[in-house]
């Protein structure tokens, strides 16, 4: 779940080696998983009763194999085989002599959402989605700023990054593994279009690639576009939650950020990806489709290598000799081994005088504060206004590290460069917010 702290990943495989977790699933398990989802979703039903598991078992046998015997010993094999690997839960508490009601677990929910829904990632849903997002954490940052009781953070930020942000991100990764179905299934009816046709579908290949080429140009954009805003929303409130010390709501915060960048890093994957197989399919189709149109070059070449053991054939290749330079030996010079002078290592102490510039130098940027100057630039001007000219310099950078050590500064998504002196210019801070004309 987003915002959750991450578990050690080697006692996780460590637990499921010890508890030898496995999954053993027939065509006919399949279908029987399927038939119980369907029949509680039409019916609205909570749970199943034994008598129709049995009765839904034998309609779906009908369908996959009807010639199968003894149907309700295997039906009642297959329910003990279904709750043995957790797709089926016993939910009555009558004990085992009576009839039971029975519904899918989460694991059992999953596999059979993911062999019925198929939910495919447009431009729109896409958007939808993303906008969702945007709202969310916008109304999230607005309460961030508002909280004064510390005990707030958990209700008001924790709870909803974890689970109404949670929940819409984990939509937008469900659609794309349904894009990526989607692409797999593009290959196949290319790959299949080239096997029967060849030539007369060249169109069609090119009508495909190009209306996948789209989606995913259409999808990038909208994840570059809407990636960034929810990147700097995600930013603020972090800050806020490093500033009032809430350190949930800030891993919090953080996670969802590396989901977001998860799902940019899919979407560049993804293009590229194309981008090659789209390259490739136009190659092929340049290179060998176009110039072989009757597939006569394509069936001799097959031919000949299924005749190669009666009739072996191989390329004879004629290698030119090369002309041999003789060049002149030269003697290898005598190199002295690497050494380095011999000195006193024991040295008399000597007396330095301390350096105090940083310490009046901090001095003087606390007392600038207490005037409450707006900008970092104002600031910077009037204390290296006291300085020698080779004190700027090294001055300018201490003065930042202070200021942001003792004022956290205002976030600007762009912050400007403003001279300071003749010689330096720096990136001006919003200290202070201006009056309100």
């Keep these: 779940m987003i915002g959750s ?12 080696t010890r508890d030898r977790v496995s999954l053993e699933l027939s065509t006919l398990d399949i279908c029987f998983l399927a038939a119980l989802h369907l029949q509680a979703e039409r019916d609205g039903l909570a749970s199943l009763d034994e008598e129709l598991l049995l009765n839904l078992f034998e309609q779906v046998s009908d369908l996959v194999d009807p010639s199968l015997e003894n149907r309700q010993v295997r039906a009642t094999h297959a329910i003990q085989r279904l709750r043995s690997q957790r797709m089926l839960a016993r939910v009555d508490a009558t004990g085992i002599i009576s009839a039971g009601e029975y519904s899918l677990t989460r694991l059992g929910m999953l596999i059979v959402q993911s062999f019925l829904e198929q939910e495919q990632l447009t431009r729109e849903s896409l958007s939808l989605l993303m906008g969702a997002v945007t709202s969310s954490l916008a109304q999230i940052r607005a309460r961030a700023e508002r909280i004064s009781d510390p005990s ?5 930020i924790v709870g909803p990054l974890r689970v109404t942000v ?3 991100v984990a939509g937008i990764e469900r659609r794309q593994r ?10 196949k009816q290319i790959s299949t279009l080239l096997q029967v046709e060849w030539f007369n579908v060249i169109e069609g290949c090119q009508t495909l690639l190009e209306t996948m080429a789209k989606t995913l140009r259409e999808l990038n954009e909208v994840l570059l576009r809407d990636s960034s805003h929810i990147q700097t929303l995600l930013q603020e409130i972090q800050h806020a939650a490093v500033t009032a010390g809430a350190t949930e709501a800030e891993q919090a915060a953080q996670r969802v950020t590396d989901h977001v960048a998860r799902m940019e890093a899919w979407g560049r994957s993804r293009q590229q990806g194309w981008s090659n197989y789209y390259q490739y399919v136009h190659r092929f189709l340049r290179d060998v489709v176009r110039l072989d149109p009757d597939r006569a070059i394509s069936q001799r070449l097959v031919e000949q290598i299924r005749s190669w ?3 072996p054939f191989a390329f004879v290749v004629a290698a030119d000799s090369c002309i041999r330079l003789l060049r002149p030996m030269k003697a290898m010079e005598y190199r002295p081994p690497v050494s380095r002078p011999r000195g006193e290592w024991e040295q008399d102490p000597a007396i330095v005088a301390a350096d105090e510039s940083p310490l009046q130098l901090e001095s003087l940027v606390l007392a600038a504060l207490k005037h409450r100057p707006r900008t970092l630039a104002t600031l ?3 204390i290296i206004a006291q300085l020698s000219d080779s004190e700027r310099y090294t001055a300018i950078g201490r003065i930042a590290a202070v200021v942001a050590r003792v004022r956290a500064p205002l976030l600007d998504r762009e912050r400007p460069w403003v001279p300071v002196s003749p010689s330096f210019i720096i990136e001006d801070w919003m200290l202070e917010r201006p009056d309100p004309q």
């Design 152 to 156: 707030e953070w958990q209700t008001a």
């Design 166 to 168: 949670g929940d819409l």
């Design 309 to 311: 053991p009666e009739r």
């Design 5 to 16: 702290a991450p578990e050690d990943p080697h006692r996780l495989l460590a637990g499921l």
């Design 380 to 382: 910077t001007t009037e």
């Design 178 to 187: 349904g894009l990526d179905m989607q692409q797999e299934e593009v290959r």
